[in-house]
């Protein structure tokens, strides 16, 4: 896997797993199978797709990849049956239940990770849960406590955002804004490019000043209109129509040109052509219509949806330093 060759580290795992089925192996396997997938051999000489490649030379092979989140689950919640006594087993499964959108049972599996050891993974995932079920008190001290265990495996700032994000809304405005200011100190320093998704701390507060001196930073070159909404609603309720104004007509004419320059490539395909085409139209349709909205009066609500955290399952990684306890084979 560190070679990119992932069809070889594929099968090594697969066969790992059977010569000697144990949970290091089986585990192993059922990670690679949730994040990677699975490859599916093409014979090329008859067309003809295999699971098996024994039979077949290396450069008469080809390979597609498909999911395989079936096969990962079934290993996972056969290895769980034995009730292990290591963390990842119960993050993996967790991550697989909140694909899946089934919350609570993601709630329960996640609980018994953070009994065995908490890491920033699962309490984060936690805290998921508990956002999407409307439990923010819950949701905000699990992101707290994710938070402050970063470290040299997963640095992520997502769980400090979506606890400053829970602790808006609930209406706690001194600690919101002083995670914001921790936030837009840390973004910088380690160059995570936040300030976007941070603002809506402040916007969710009405905080829209210092909602406007971030956005008005930013070079929307690089962020989605997606953003606008509170920007233009912040600027319109400090009187700024005109800046209002000024980005959306920059930012219309830069999607319109970068459209024809598209079109008349004689390099792209018709059906990418047609398929940007109506995208770029839907783009600034929704600019336009942000804008009348918010001329309206109406105020954006903030869809903010917290990241799932994961890392290296592996059993064994020598990058990650991941353990390979010593489990009797089952």
């Not at 336009?288 to 949806?305: D, F, L, R, S």
Request: negative net charge.
């Amino acid at each position: 896997m560190e070679i990119n060759q992932y069809e070889d580290a594929f099968f090594q795992l697969q066969t790992a797993a059977e010569i000697k089925p144990s949970v290091q192996t089986l585990h192993n396997l059922g990670c690679f199978y949730f994040s990677e997938g699975k490859p599916i051999i093409e014979d090329i000489e008859s067309g003809s797709f295999e699971e098996d490649a024994e039979d077949a030379e290396e450069e008469e092979m080809s390979y597609t990849w498909e999911i395989a989140d079936k096969e990962a689950f079934d290993i996972v919640e056969d290895l769980l049956k034995n009730k292990p006594r290591h963390y990842f087993l119960y993050n993996v499964m967790g991550e697989m239940y909140i694909k899946k959108e089934k919350y609570e049972e993601a709630i329960g599996i996640l609980e018994e990770a953070i009994t065995l050891t908490p890491s920033l993974e699962n309490l984060n995932n936690l805290g998921l849960c508990c956002y999407k079920k409307g439990k923010l008190p819950e949701a905000a001290e699990c992101f707290r406590k994710a938070h402050l265990l970063r470290s040299s495996n997963n640095y992520s700032l997502f769980p400090f955002l979506s606890y400053g994000i829970c602790i808006a809304h609930l209406g706690k405005e001194s600690k919101a804004k002083e995670a914001a200011k921790e936030l837009l100190l840390l973004s910088e320093k380690e160059g995570e490019a936040l300030e976007a998704d941070i603002a809506e701390i402040y916007y969710i507060l009405e905080d829209y000043e210092e909602v406007v001196k971030i956005y008005s930073k930013l070079d929307w070159e690089f962020y989605s209109e997606e953003f606008f909404p509170a920007y233009f609603y912040s600027l319109w309720k400090l009187s700024k129509t005109k800046e209002i104004e000024e980005l959306a007509s920059k930012t219309i004419q830069r999607k319109e040109k970068h459209m024809k320059e598209v079109l008349q490539d004689p390099d792209e395909e018709e059906e990418f052509k047609v398929e940007f085409e109506e995208v770029t139209k839907e783009e600034i349709a929704f600019i336009k219509n942000t804008v009348k909205e918010v001329y309206w009066g109406k105020a954006p609500i903030v869809k903010y949806e917290p990241t799932l955290e994961t890392r290296c399952y592996l059993y064994g990684c020598f990058r990650h330093t991941n353990a390979n306890p010593s489990y009797f084979s089952i």
